[in-house]
């Protein structure tokens, strides 16, 4: 089973709508020498709609960092599925574990946005991945098997086909601190089983899988090398055009 690579950039909160403009016109040339992997970017959502006209007539896609679930309502700071697409979002994250960890994102929640994205049409990123706390104790993949479990018990295997999963271990976010590209590969298989166990061989097997957690130009090469890892989501080093670039250069 062939999987097309993902490169994916999270810019957080960074960027203006002049600087998303800018990244823009300096990635597109850039594009002739990436090889023909997926790319998407996550701007913060006040540069989503300038981004997507950036990027229309590429091969580059945007989308949201975070959804909410309801289609509408009294919900102050949040953003519907209705609402990204209407930016020109096709995709949005789900579940990353700064949501998760510093604005207190419940499993719940994570599994309304998922199937909320889902219904309106939206590609999502499942982001999981365990805390250094629970890799010590030796509770990474009970972690990890927790959080697929609570996005994935409403859904059906025909849902799978939009869904990639982000691995992203908490410790190594935005630390300097990479997995292993071992490490990456022996949780992208339990990944793999885990949902081959619920949704059977042929779904797990299309299923994306990207590793996420510094990486970089020089680290991108071995760990999307690894069989089972289908590309990257990309903090820091998505935010120079020529870095991204550099990294998504490393699928071919
Ligand atoms: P990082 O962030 O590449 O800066 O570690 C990755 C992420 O949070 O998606």
């Not at 993902?6 to 990436?34: C, G, Q, R, Y």
Request: charged residues 20%; proline residues 4%.
């Amino acid at each position: 089973m062939t999987r097309k690579k993902l490169i994916a950039a999270n810019w957080k909160m960074h960027k203006t709508v002049a600087e998303a403009a800018a990244f823009a016109a300096e990635f597109v040339p850039m594009l002739e020498s990436i090889p023909g992997c997926d790319l998407v970017v996550f701007p913060p959502a006040t540069a989503l709609a300038t981004l997507s006209r950036a990027f229309k007539a590429t091969r580059v896609a945007v989308g949201a960092q975070n959804v909410h679930w309801e289609a509408s309502g009294a919900f102050t700071g949040e953003v519907s599925v209705e609402m990204i697409a209407d930016a020109g979002g096709t995709w949005t994250i789900v579940g990353h574990s700064e949501r998760r960890h510093l604005f207190g994102e419940t499993d719940e929640a994570v599994a309304r946005k998922l199937g909320a994205a889902l219904a309106g049409g939206l590609s999502p990123i499942l982001c999981v991945g365990e805390k250094l706390e629970s890799r010590q104790a030796g509770e990474a993949e009970s972690v990890v098997r927790r959080q697929l479990d609570a996005a994935f018990a409403p859904r059906s295997a025909g849902d799978l086909s939009r869904v990639v999963v982000a691995y992203e271990p908490v410790w190594a976010i935005g630390t300097g601190q990479t997995a292993t590209p071992g490490d990456a590969e022996t949780m992208h298989r339990f990944i793999r089983r885990t949902v081959e166990a619920r949704f059977g061989a042929e779904a797990a097997s299309t299923l994306r899988i990207l590793y996420g957690g510094s990486v970089k130009p020089d680290n991108a090469a071995g760990l999307l090398g690894r069989p089972g890892v289908d590309g990257a989501l990309v903090g820091g080093a998505s935010l120079e055009a020529g870095s991204f670039a550099d990294i998504a250069r490393a699928t071919g």
